[in-house]
């Protein structure tokens, strides 16, 4: 059974496609150019109050409505008369309760105090924005779907109109806007392309950023390769964003460098048919952007350092190793600006061992697991899953949170590790459905009683989150299934009158797809199966076979070869197998 492993977040992060607003639900908050409004919580009770008893429609509607006006007025008080101010200073926050609210009884008035539809129009943007979140791997109706679609179509309504009377800007929102999409509207790229270029005349860097964006991702202008599909046309994502950072805009920057990091530009060639990313050039656009003051982009000139693709460290007579040290003063960096991926990273890295090492007298030292779980929990609880997934592993394996028991050694405390798992397995990370199966399947959950003194493990739960993880294509997952088919956990075939025989032939079916995937592990697994005959027998006369120790032997080397296998097991099975003159 495959252990459990920590999960690095080595996502490469652009600007994460809310380039205008944020969510903070504790507060209704506008930031513009350093100032800033708090809007009083309450908004929320009174809200809550209102569609709670509709009896009180009236009074709850009194109470809502000079403050919703207040809000109005202050958001359209804080545009500046100069348009250009940069979007990132904008930040608008509003309840979800409260814009059905205004979206029902109130726009009408409300707009016309605001006086700008684009007042409003950043309320229904920024709900919209905030319903892509709320539904984010979580089960919904129809009836939320239709909800986040209003809001999109109302959004591009007041964007349009307040674009229409002159206000460019609203303009660069709008653009925004046709980009995106749900469930019930689609996005219309090349209108969104359209005005970006139009705002980009007028001298807006976001527009040029954006368009950057759009080629970058394929959805205008893609470059047709006779006999293939077509791609992205990288080159003219990275003109427009060279033209936003020559601006000053960070993202852009940090947009460049993502471009030299995954080799779309500036690839370098080292060998006649062979050419590498450019990682020096992309650190540099980090380092620019971070520089600047953009978070992200620190994280990922640390992703850099932490994959060993920069900055390497010489020792004598060894390999060169990464410079984690330099990875952890960016994650540290990151993190102080409240970035949680950066947490999570730098969380592994005391994990591992890399960095902050405890010292022992006499004894090795030791990672600092309970810097690592501090790290972990801060990210999980900014709603980091992959963090979930890492705290679940210390409490799994005992580093953390053991349980006291009298007169024993202490265990592991499987079900804070479960209930860690299950949040980061809703959140859609197959590591953690991996993970929580196995604990199913070692018997530490959820246990089936079958007498009164006796449980077995729950194998159907455990090939359950298997499955799941393999849909979501974890080799680990595939490997984890066919040990449960091979062990007869799980789809025995039944002999009439004769007992019942493991599925060798689902297993090997799911150790191959794992090895298709590099996985050194699963490639030994099928070894074994084809050694003891489970698997592909060799005819030798009419009423007998024999094991097909060639392929058994081949598939032990492919596991010798990919080098990283952390145990020799597929060695030792070779050597056995020379020994005995199979091969």
Request: hydrophobic share 40%; proline share 3%.
């Given at each position: 059974?495959?252990?459990?492993?920590?999960?690095?977040?080595?996502?490469?992060?652009?600007?994460?496609?809310?380039?205008f607003l944020?969510f903070d639900?504790?507060?209704?908050?506008?930031?513009l150019e350093?100032?800033?409004?708090?809007?009083?919580s309450?908004?929320?009770?009174?809200?809550g109050?209102?569609?709670?008893?509709?009896?009180?429609?009236?009074?709850?509607?009194?109470?809502?409505?000079?403050?919703?006006?207040?809000?109005i007025?202050?958001?359209?008080?804080y545009?500046?008369?100069d348009?250009?101010?940069?979007p990132d200073n904008?930040k608008i926050?509003k309840?979800?309760?409260?814009?059905?609210?205004i979206?029902t009884?109130m726009?009408?008035?409300?707009l016309?105090v605001a006086?700008?539809?684009?007042?409003?129009g950043?309320?229904?943007?920024?709900?919209?924005?905030r319903?892509?979140?709320?539904?984010?791997?979580?089960?919904?109706?129809?009836s939320f779907?239709?909800?986040q679609?209003?809001l999109?179509k109302?959004?591009?309504?007041?964007?349009?109109?307040?674009?229409?009377?002159?206000d460019?800007?609203?303009?660069?929102?709008?653009?925004?806007?046709?980009?995106k999409?749900?469930?019930?509207?689609?996005?219309?790229?090349?209108?969104?392309?359209r005005?970006?270029?139009v705002?980009?005349?007028?001298?807006?860097?976001?527009?040029?950023?954006?368009?950057?964006?759009?080629y970058?991702?394929?959805?205008?202008?893609r470059?047709?390769i006779?006999?293939?599909?077509?791609?992205?046309n990288?080159a003219?994502?990275?003109?427009?964003?060279?033209k936003?950072?020559?601006?000053?805009l960070?993202?852009?920057?940090n947009?460049?460098?993502i471009?030299?990091?995954?080799?779309?530009?500036?690839?370098?060639?080292?060998?006649?048919?062979k050419?590498?990313?450019?990682?020096?050039?992309?650190?540099?656009?980090?380092?620019?952007?971070?520089e600047a003051?953009?978070?992200?982009?620190?994280?990922?000139l640390?992703?850099?350092?932490?994959?060993?693709?920069?900055?390497r460290?010489?020792?004598?007579?060894?390999?060169?190793?990464?410079?984690?040290?330099?990875?952890?003063?960016?994650?540290?960096?990151?993190a102080?600006?409240?970035?949680?991926?950066?947490?999570?990273?730098l969380?592994?890295?005391?994990?591992?061992?890399?960095?902050?090492?405890?010292?022992?007298?006499?004894?090795?030292?030791?990672?600092d697991?309970a810097?690592?779980?501090?790290?972990?929990?801060?990210?999980?609880a900014?709603?980091?899953?992959?963090?979930?997934?890492?705290?679940?592993?210390?409490?799994?394996?005992?580093?953390?949170?053991?349980?006291?028991?009298?007169g024993?050694?202490?265990?592991?405390?499987?079900?804070?590790?479960?209930?860690?798992?299950?949040?980061?397995?809703?959140k859609?990370?197959?590591e953690?459905?991996?993970?929580?199966?196995?604990?199913?399947?070692?018997g530490h959950?959820?246990?089936?009683k079958?007498?009164?003194?006796?449980?077995?493990?729950?194998y159907?739960e455990?090939?359950?989150?298997?499955?799941?993880?393999?849909?979501?294509?974890?080799?680990?997952?595939?490997?984890?299934?066919?040990?449960?088919?091979?062990?007869?956990?799980?789809?025995?075939i039944?002999?009439?009158?004769?007992d019942?025989?493991?599925?060798?032939?689902?297993?090997?079916?799911?150790?191959?797809?794992?090895?298709?995937?590099g996985?050194?592990?699963?490639?030994?697994?099928l070894?074994?199966l084809?050694e003891?005959?489970?698997?592909?027998?060799?005819?030798?006369?009419?009423?007998?076979?024999?094991?097909n120790?060639?392929?058994?032997?081949?598939?032990y080397?492919?596991a010798?070869?990919?080098?990283?296998?952390?145990?020799?097991?597929?060695?030792?099975?070779?050597e056995?197998?020379?020994?005995?003159?199979c091969?």
């Amino acid at each position: 059974m495959q252990a459990l492993s920590l999960f690095d977040d080595h996502r490469i992060l652009s600007d994460k496609d809310n380039l205008f607003l944020t969510f903070d639900p504790n507060a209704h908050i506008i930031f513009l150019e350093g100032e800033e409004i708090i809007i009083q919580s309450r908004i929320s009770r009174l809200v809550g109050a209102l569609f709670k008893n509709q009896s009180q429609h009236l009074e709850g509607y009194n109470a809502i409505k000079p403050v919703a006006l207040k809000i109005i007025n202050d958001i359209n008080s804080y545009i500046k008369v100069d348009e250009r101010h940069q979007p990132d200073n904008l930040k608008i926050i509003k309840e979800f309760e409260l814009l059905k609210l205004i979206a029902t009884d109130m726009s009408e008035e409300l707009l016309e105090v605001a006086g700008k539809a684009r007042a409003l129009g950043y309320i229904y943007i920024n709900e919209f924005q905030r319903s892509l979140t709320l539904c984010e791997g979580a089960s919904v109706d129809q009836s939320f779907y239709s909800h986040q679609a209003l809001l999109l179509k109302r959004s591009r309504e007041l964007f349009k109109k307040s674009y229409e009377k002159g206000d460019n800007y609203a303009g660069l929102i709008l653009a925004y806007a046709y980009g995106k999409k749900c469930i019930k509207e689609d996005p219309d790229y090349k209108e969104s392309a359209r005005l970006y270029e139009v705002a980009a005349a007028e001298d807006f860097p976001e527009a040029m950023n954006n368009l950057g964006r759009l080629y970058k991702r394929g959805h205008i202008g893609r470059i047709e390769i006779k006999g293939q599909e077509s791609v992205p046309n990288y080159a003219k994502a990275a003109e427009w964003y060279e033209k936003a950072a020559a601006k000053g805009l960070p993202k852009a920057m940090n947009n460049l460098g993502i471009l030299y990091e995954q080799g779309h530009i500036g690839r370098i060639k080292i060998k006649e048919q062979k050419s590498v990313s450019n990682y020096a050039k992309a650190a540099n656009w980090y380092r620019k952007a971070g520089e600047a003051g953009y978070s992200i982009a620190m994280y990922n000139l640390g992703l850099l350092y932490n994959k060993g693709r920069i900055g390497r460290i010489e020792i004598k007579g060894q390999e060169s190793v990464p410079d984690y040290a330099e990875a952890a003063r960016l994650y540290e960096v990151a993190a102080a600006e409240d970035f949680p991926e950066a947490m999570n990273n730098l969380g592994c890295l005391y994990k591992k061992g890399h960095i902050g090492l405890i010292e022992r007298e006499g004894q090795d030292p030791v990672p600092d697991y309970a810097e690592a779980a501090r790290l972990f929990r801060a990210a999980a609880a900014k709603g980091i899953p992959e963090a979930m997934n890492n705290l679940g592993c210390l409490y799994k394996k005992g580093h953390i949170g053991l349980i006291e028991i009298e007169g024993q050694d202490p265990v592991p405390n499987y079900a804070e590790a479960a209930k860690l798992f299950r949040a980061a397995a809703a959140k859609g990370i197959p590591e953690a459905m991996n993970s929580l199966g196995i604990l199913y399947e070692q018997g530490h959950i959820g246990r089936i009683k079958i007498k009164e003194q006796k449980s077995v493990s729950n194998y159907a739960e455990a090939a359950t989150l298997f499955r799941a993880a393999a849909a979501k294509g974890l080799p680990e997952a595939m490997d984890n299934l066919g040990i449960l088919y091979e062990q007869g956990h799980i789809g025995c075939i039944e002999r009439e009158g004769q007992d019942p025989v493991p599925n060798y032939a689902e297993a090997a079916e799911w150790y191959e797809k794992a090895a298709a995937k590099g996985l050194p592990e699963a490639m030994n697994n099928l070894g074994i199966l084809y050694e003891q005959g489970h698997i592909g027998r060799i005819k030798i006369k009419e009423q007998k076979s024999v094991s097909n120790y060639a392929e058994a032997a081949s598939w032990y080397r492919k596991a010798i070869k990919r080098g990283d296998f952390r145990d020799s097991y597929a060695l030792l099975n070779l050597e056995r197998l020379s020994r005995a003159g199979c091969i």
